[in-house]
């Protein structure tokens, strides 16, 4: 099993310093290797929350998480560095690329602190990931430069420039029109196959959502499997 969350519990801080709001309760949670499912649910239900912990952006209060065999919350220093660039993988709706940075660099920097021979093999798989997304001719281009699309097919790059097992998209397709965004979703579900990386978004998007394996939705704290 890639995902193991059992009895997990999260609570957020009320504004104004009030008692705290349980936004995930009890739920439980699975997925398998190579795998595609997507959550949905209201806004503010919890679902970039639960993605977060996934992620090993934020914890849970209670419960278990395992993620490919890992427990995100034991792991310190180079251990979480490490998990965050192999096992995980994550995009968000904003894509969070550097300004100051080329394409290429944006996708190779994650690979920047590691040896040599890492940051040859880095760039290499940067522009094969570059090629196979179709920007291949926008290397030295910087974000400024690039369509909507263009962007957020670039953090797809960088996010799989580890070589996750596991990749989590919080709204991928949420700020894109939608030729753009049934193009990515293509996207996604072609990397899905060629790299066997398990694919887990969180949508407002019917039509994303009903186009991967299994569909989740969260309701008052847990996860429904629903199709």
């Not at 009320?14 to 997925?31: N, Q, R, S, W, Y």
């Not at 499912?37 to 090993?56: D, H, M, Q, W, Y």
């Not at 278990?64 to 065999?69: K, L, Q, S, T, Y």
Request: glycine residues 10%; hydrophobic residues 45%; charged residues 25%.
């Amino acid at each position: 099993m890639l995902v193991e969350v059992q009895h997990l519990n999260k609570s957020l801080a009320a504004p104004g310093g009030g008692k705290p709001v349980e936004i995930l309760k009890d739920l439980d949670f699975t997925m398998e290797a190579g795998e595609t499912a997507a959550i949905v649910g209201p806004s503010g239900a919890g679902k970039s929350t639960f993605l977060n912990i996934l992620g090993a952006l934020d914890y849970a209060d209670s419960g278990i998480v395992r993620v490919n065999g890992l427990v995100p919350s034991e792991l310190k220093g180079a251990e979480m560095v490490d998990f965050r660039r192999r096992s995980v993988g994550i995009v968000f709706q904003g894509h969070h690329l550097l300004p100051q940075c080329s394409v290429l660099e944006n996708v190779i920097a994650p690979s920047l602190a590691d040896r040599r021979q890492a940051r040859i093999n880095g760039e290499a798989n940067a522009r094969e990931l570059l090629d196979a997304l179709g920007l291949a001719h926008r290397l030295d281009h910087r974000p400024s430069e690039l369509s909507g699309g263009e962007r957020q097919r670039v953090a797809v790059a960088r996010a799989l420039a580890g070589s996750p097992r596991l990749l989590l998209a919080d709204e991928p397709t949420g700020a894109l029109d939608r030729a753009t965004a049934t193009q990515l979703t293509g996207i996604l579900l072609d990397l899905n196959r060629t790299r066997k990386v398990a694919l887990l978004v969180v949508t407002h998007s019917r039509e994303l959502a009903d186009r991967m394996q299994s569909v989740w939705e969260l309701v008052d704290g847990k996860l429904l499997k629903v199709s």
